[in-house]
């Protein structure tokens, strides 16, 4: 299935409008992106973007980074020049508003699926998709022009910065057939009919998950709102539908997939006063991890290499759970972890139907460190707030599967996240991208510095501090490749993949009493400031609890949580 995020627009920017419309009975919700720009435009002054080494001859196999996919009758390319249609002139990030693009020199024989739209405060990087019937089904083809254009959305009433007028139109598809992209107009007449393609019903898809947004840098006019990290535009209320792929063809192969993790895995650094650094799993298994089980809680079991002790499968019914070694010693060894002996590990999966891949890149760590916070001036320790035993940490890259280009990374932070751009990450060598973690909670940015977490104020909350250090980590060396289900058998997953309980205990304490103990040094009005900041805390941070594993999480066979 197309997943939310990819399906034409690049991420970096967000359009969505809300009224009312006879359309609302299309059973489409919209999700409307462009991606992975390479290559020349025609779009005016705005700079365009591309990775910072070319990229590699991949190994041969497939229909990967062949440039074109056959969905089985529908033949699907990317376009990657464009020519400007309409922008916005202010407003949004960096308040350098948003330009419209319609795809330019699509190749004989293929139609458009859409427009395409991105912020100005970035470098044009994108693509828009084409189509072409290859059915020979001249009775019921693949792709079909629109009978008519619905008017979903216009600037005329608004008073903004802008290049004369715009127009969102939704194709009104044949019966049979979903439009799966708009048209963006500077004229209030109607398109041409052969100006986009529709596509045939059993070749797309409802999307299955809903988009979050990060409600920074939002630009609202009168219902059109522009939002940073997140490209494309949706038009609330009127939908189109999603392309389906092809998975056996389109997808990398093994040796693929090597020369994708040697391209792009990231480089990650960490705090210069990070304590609890990473590990293998094995290295956490061999020194001394120990597998309880409720009810005979004094005779733990030492696990034993790769797992292979672990109870398999199952869900977590808090009936086993890892905890570190009971010597004293022992466990403050390994609660710091060993980064020499760190590998990361990862799950190859597809999203937009095979039109992508995504690289889940999963990190262990045998202890998350307790929370700082900052209130007003002040820096403080939450104590135990925030500490528990095992934690798994991952950032995802998103490869195009037309020509193996990276596209975005997903950023993981504490149970959400954020997908950023290809050309807005730090790169370290080649075309590698650059993760900062956070100090004790390990939570990844794109960027150094400190974010504070909670909706207590502008100068209060949890504080994630990244920065660099001579600590760091190639999650390229070493890797190993744990989870390929579209390719099983040719991956054996290693037993403590399948281990879904805890990989820490839980353990209960008086909240109440480690916040008192903080209070104690407040007065006056940095007393009622931290109370604020108290009602703020993630419910995560109440109680010491090991998270479950990585197959458990619902971005393993589903989208990132944004």
């Known amino acids: 299935m197309i997943d939310k995020n990819h399906f034409l627009f690049t991420k970096s920017f967000f359009f969505q409008t809300m009224h009312s419309s006879s359309i609302n009975t299309i059973l489409f919700s919209l999700f409307f992106f462009f991606l992975c720009f390479n290559g020349s435009t025609m779009a ?79 470098p044009l990087f994108g693509h828009v998709l084409v189509a072409k019937d290859i059915s020979n089904n001249y009775s019921y083809p693949t792709l079909k022009s629109p009978i008519d254009y619905t008017l979903v959305w216009s600037s005329e009433s608004l008073d903004i910065e802008k290049d004369g007028e715009g127009y969102v139109w939704l194709p009104v598809a044949p019966d049979g057939y979903t439009a799966v992209g708009y048209i963006f107009t500077n004229s209030s007449v109607k398109p041409a009919l052969d100006k986009v393609g529709c596509v045939r019903e059993d ?48 997808m990398p192969n093994l040796n693929q997939i090597e020369a994708l993790i040697q391209a792009y895995a990231p480089v990650i650094y960490f705090h210069p006063d990070e304590k609890y650094l990473p590990s293998s799993v094995d290295w956490f298994f061999q020194n001394g991890a120990l597998l309880y089980h409720k009810g005979n809680e004094s005779k733990p079991n030492l ?33 710091k972890g060993d980064l020499q002996d760190a590998c990361a590990y990862f799950h190859v999966k597809p999203v937009s139907g095979g039109l992508f891949t995504d690289i889940a890149i999963w990190v262990f760590y045998p202890f998350n460190g307790g929370a700082r916070a900052k209130v007003e001036f002040i820096n403080i320790s939450l104590g135990k707030l925030g500490e528990h035993v095992g934690d798994w940490e991952h950032v995802t890259l998103r490869i195009s599967n037309f020509n193996g280009e990276l596209n975005s990374v997903f950023f993981c932070q504490h149970g959400w996240g954020k997908w950023v751009s290809a050309s807005g990450l730090e790169y370290h060598t080649g075309n590698k991208p650059v993760v900062y973690a956070s100090l004790h909670g390990h ?26 250090s001579d600590k760091m980590m190639d999650t390229g060396v070493r890797a190993v490749v744990v989870a390929t ?67 458990v999480k619902d971005s393993w066979s589903g989208d990132e949580c944004v």
């Open 203 to 250: 070749f797309t898809d409802t999307p299955n998950t809903t988009l979050g947004l990060d409600n920074k840098n939002v630009l609202d006019i009168n219902g059109l709102n522009v939002y940073d990290s997140v490209g494309g535009f949706r038009v609330r209320n009127e939908s189109v539908g999603n392309l389906k792929g092809n998975l056996t063809y389109s």
């Open 44 to 122: 005016d002054s705005q700079d365009t973007f591309q990775l910072p080494s070319p990229l590699p001859q991949w190994p041969p196999g497939g229909g990967f980074a062949n440039g074109t996919i056959d969905l089985g009758g529908l033949q699907v390319k990317q376009v990657t020049r464009f020519t400007k249609i309409w922008a916005t002139n202010g407003g949004g990030p960096d308040n350098l508003g948003a330009s419209f693009y319609d795809p330019d020199a699509i190749p004989q024989g293929f139609s458009s699926l859409g427009s395409y739209a991105q912020p100005n405060n970035i």
């Open 443 to 468: 939570a990844s940015y794109p960027k150094p510095g400190r974010v504070l977490l909670g909706s207590g104020g502008t100068n209060i909350g949890v504080k994630d501090d990244t920065d660099k």
């Open 303 to 335: 696990v034993e290499r790769n797992g292979s002790n672990l109870p398999q499968g199952g869900s977590n019914d808090e009936t086993y759970w890892l905890d570190l070694p009971l010597d004293g010693s022992s466990k403050d060894r390994v609660k």
């Open 485 to 551: 289900e579209y390719l099983a058998p040719a991956v054996v997953e290693p037993p403590w993949l399948n281990y879904e309980r805890k990989w820490g205990p839980k353990i209960d304490y008086d909240v109440e009493k480690e916040i008192n103990k903080m209070k104690k040094v407040m007065i006056g009005k940095l007393k009622k400031a931290f109370e604020r900041f108290v009602e703020s805390i993630p419910s995560e941070m109440l109680g010491e609890e090991g998270p479950t594993g990585p197959k």
